[in-house]
């Protein structure tokens, strides 16, 4: 099956710097990315989606300025996040869709972020 | 947003009993897909459902889709201790003009040897 890998898996930074998380398609070109935050024993909410090219669309209550995503080729899309702070510490997932595919959506194995 | 509620939030079981869990979901969907996490790890797919799917088998789980209640429900046979996890539904459809997952609240399953 296609994979979707990201880096770092894990990562620990101090409060007011800022963190990239990458995410890539390796067997196939997404044409679309999508970014999802998971809170500890929560579910996966939504943060955006990016279409390679364009601007992200991001989802009501997420912070654009804060929260920048660059889907730059069809293999790799990047999670910046900005001027962290403790309260951004989560799990980070991405996920990929083939251009081909309507349905198919292939999950990274998701980055921890930890800010202290 | 949050798509889909899941019930129970949280349900222990001992092994080999059946485990079942439900979704339900507010709007209209193409098809709908449940994943395993296990604590603090990445999301395994378990099974899609189109919307013109009424039930599905894949090993030891069966799904099963109501498109008329709007909700899905996932049923593990001879339930394992390797069986526990976090299993989440997530909803397909077009939301301002994208094809987008949304995940439900998740059930937590613990499985006792």
């Known amino acids: 099956g296609a994979v979707v890998s990201q880096h770092p898996s894990w990562v620990i930074c101090k409060s007011g710097t800022s963190v990239k998380i990458e995410c890539r398609s390796l067997?196939?070109?997404?044409?679309?990315m999508f970014w999802y935050r998971q809170f500890p024993k929560q579910s996966l909410m939504l943060m955006a989606t990016?279409?390679?090219?364009?601007?992200?669309?991001?989802e009501q209550g997420v912070e654009k300025d804060k929260f920048l995503i660059n889907h730059a080729s069809l293999t790799l899309s990047t999670l910046t996040v900005t001027s962290a702070h403790p309260e951004d510490s989560s799990f980070y997932i991405c996920?990929?869709?083939?251009?081909?595919?309507?349905?198919?959506?292939?999950f990274g194995p998701g980055t921890r972020l930890t800010v202290t | 947003s949050q798509q889909g509620e899941e019930d129970p939030q949280a349900l222990s079981i001992q092994e080999g009993e059946n485990a079942t869990m439900n979704c339900s979901y507010k709007?209209?969907?193409?098809?709908l897909q449940w994943y395993r996490q296990n604590s603090g790890r990445g999301l395994v797919h378990l099974i899609l459902?189109?919307?013109?799917?009424r039930e599905k088998h894949s090993g030891r789980l069966r799904v099963t889709l109501d498109t008329s209640k709007k909700s899905s429900s996932l049923l593990i046979t001879a339930s394992r201790a390797a069986d526990t996890a976090s299993y989440f539904c997530?909803?397909?459809?077009?939301?301002?003009?994208?094809?987008?997952?949304?995940f439900g609240t998740g059930t937590r399953l613990k499985v006792l040897a």
């Open positions: 997530a909803t397909g459809a077009i939301t301002s003009g994208t094809y987008k997952y949304i």
């Open positions: 067997d196939f070109q997404a044409t679309t």
């Open positions: 459902i189109r919307s013109n799917e």
């Open positions: 990016s279409n390679e090219g364009s601007k992200a669309t991001y």
């Open positions: 996920s990929a869709r083939d251009g081909a595919g309507v349905y198919e959506q292939y």
């Open positions: 709007t209209s969907i193409n098809n």
